[in-house]
């Protein structure tokens, strides 16, 4: 007994230590994050200032680290091996942390053209900044919706300051998600192409981003199916993917069979019993 005691007191230290640590590390993830979006905002306003040759290889490489992380980190069998080093309440901060510094490279090294492929002015400008603005709106009413705190680590992180256990998360059907099933990357699509002055190194970004945002949505439809099974494939079924996908992976997609129950928009009530868990216990798994 007295040995016991005496480790307690000999680990309490080491405890404290890590758990200042841990406080530390969110805090500056939060911190990074919201810094990030200053910057993100600037850099898909204004572009860049670097003006060196060849561009399009720098750029190129910058444009695709970030895509190519992005996907890795989110993918099921990746988070598994990593949550074995990294604590599943910290792995959101990791993940953020680690957008932000490809967003960070991105911003640092990115390199400019002085050929545009349009450089509108008047009306025509106006427009296009009012859907740049727009888009801005769409992208953080998008993320309320999803639940911004699952989005940059924060929410876990935050039941884990608190040693709270972190309730089950939600998956629920509204607002936007009612008539599309990605309206965040809808709006990351309308911060790349609403610009007034398209230059070539924006129309490398904006290819190989639009790119991989379809790519993600697909992706992450699978991932989401993965975890939540026939329910989710129900909500496809009814649900586009973006706006005017008549057909294909992004459209509605019908279920190899049909299961003879419909899924009630905004609501688990009709789910079999064996999905509504399912549904709740989403998390920040599939984020």
């Known amino acids: 007994m007295t040995n016991t005691v005496t480790d307690d007191a000999h680990q309490a230290p080491f405890h404290r230590l890590v758990r200042l640590g841990g406080i530390a590390f969110g805090v500056a993830t939060q911190g990074g994050f919201l810094v990030t979006v200053w910057f993100l905002y600037f850099f898909l306003r204004d572009g860049a200032a670097n003006d060196i040759h060849p561009w399009w290889i720098i750029d ?19 988070k598994r091996t990593l949550n074995r080093f990294i604590p599943a309440e910290f792995y959101g901060c990791f993940f953020c942390i680690a957008t932000c510094i490809g967003l960070a490279l991105v911003f640092a090294g990115w390199r400019s053209s002085e050929r545009t492929l349009w450089n509108m002015t008047g009306t025509s400008a106006l427009i296009m900044q009012a859907g740049f603005y727009g888009a801005w709106v769409g992208l953080f009413y998008s993320l309320y919706l999803s639940g911004l705190g699952y989005q940059t680590g924060l929410t876990p992180w935050w039941y884990w300051l608190r040693r709270q256990p972190q309730p089950r998360r939600q998956f629920e059907i509204r607002s936007l998600y009612r008539w599309l099933r990605h309206p965040i990357y809808l709006s990351f699509l309308g911060l790349i192409w609403f610009t007034p002055r398209m230059t070539w190194d924006h129309v490398l ?15 992450k439809d699978e991932r989401l199916a993965y975890y939540l099974g026939d329910s989710y494939r129900r909500y496809q079924e009814q649900v586009v993917g973006y706006p005017l996908m008549f057909f294909g992976p992004l459209g509605r997609r019908k279920l190899a069979s049909s299961q003879g129950m419909c899924l009630l928009i905004g609501s688990t009530a009709s789910l079999p019993a064996r999905n509504v868990d399912a549904v709740k216990d989403i998390s920040n798994r599939a984020a």
């Open 60 to 78: 190129t490489v910058l444009a695709l680290q970030f895509a190519v992380v992005h996907s890795i980190l989110l993918h099921p069998r990746v």
């Open 205 to 219: 970004l904006t290819t190989i981003w639009t790119t991989y945002i379809f790519i993600g949505s697909y992706l």
